[in-house]
């Protein structure tokens, strides 16, 4: 009992900084934590904790609209299509494509034949698988993308670059509703046929076709017709002007290429013109962009000659 007595005194006689030192310290070596969809981490003992920070960051003008800019590509309407294959497909590089999977099923994402992936990045790899695997042999070899998500609401992004391009795709979970196949369409592919096309006739004596097919969808989502031409009435002057989903197509009469060709300039706010990258294949001016205002140019001075595209409802 004395012995009792004479500790308690000793221990209530003791700094706590004496006693602190005693206890030993917390080893959190074997917790454990468990992402939740919510957005915070659960850990044992400790409850739910925030993964993230509150966000105090306010844009300066510069950023915001840079922000908004961003919106505006990752909202645009251009809406996928259902391929021969079943295949969910969306065209490259004109939105952001979404990717809708599910815990328990695996997506498969399929890329262009004959494209190497270089690097896979994914905004949540704690929580969402990624594997390669190939289908096809040679130049028809496809490199396919098996992405496992491991639960439900849950949302990310993944950044894939290959050797042709980069793909930046939007990842989401969901219980019911996922997309087996994805795929993708890339617009110039239908450049490219219609470029062998031309060069296959032209070797042969006969002449360019200058004909397009209106069914033809371009790989991209339906064509849209409604541009008016207004100035001078030069022989260049288009036959027609068209887009779909990425690009313009500006189509010249046939004998335009026996006389000057005109240059292309866009024209923004306050009708100032603007560069912009475009080529000619056929008798066509494929315009990597859609265009709304834009004006054809040719000759200097009094012999100058300019017709004005104009988009409708633009």
Known sequence: MKHRLFLAFLTASLPMTAIAQQVPALDTSDIRATYM?????????YGKLPVLSDDTIKLNP????????????????????????GAVSFPFGVTLPSVVCAPLYACD???QPGEIVNQVDVGDSPRW?????SSGIGKNAITHLIIKPADVGLTSNMIVNTDRRTYNIRLVSKKDGW????????????????????????????PNATVFQESNTLASGELDFNYRLKGDNPRWKPVRVYANASKTFIQFPANAQNHEIPALVILGPGNQDQLVNYRMVGNRYVVDRVIDKAALISGVGRNQSRVEIQREGS
Not at 37 to 45: A, E, H, L
Not at 70 to 85: C, F, H, L, S, T
């Open 37 to 45: 969809p919510t957005g915070y981490v659960s850990m044992q003992g």
């Open 62 to 85: 510069k950023e915001q609209k840079a922000v908004s800019l961003a919106n505006q590509w990752k909202n645009k309407a251009a809406m996928p299509v259902i391929g021969e294959d």
């Open 109 to 111: 994402v399929g890329l």
């Open 129 to 133: 698988k990624v594997t390669p695997a």
């Open 179 to 206: 997309m087996p196949l994805v795929s993708f369409s890339y617009p110039e592919d239908t450049d490219a046929a219609w470029e062998a096309y031309h060069q296959t006739h032209s070797q042969k004596g006969s």
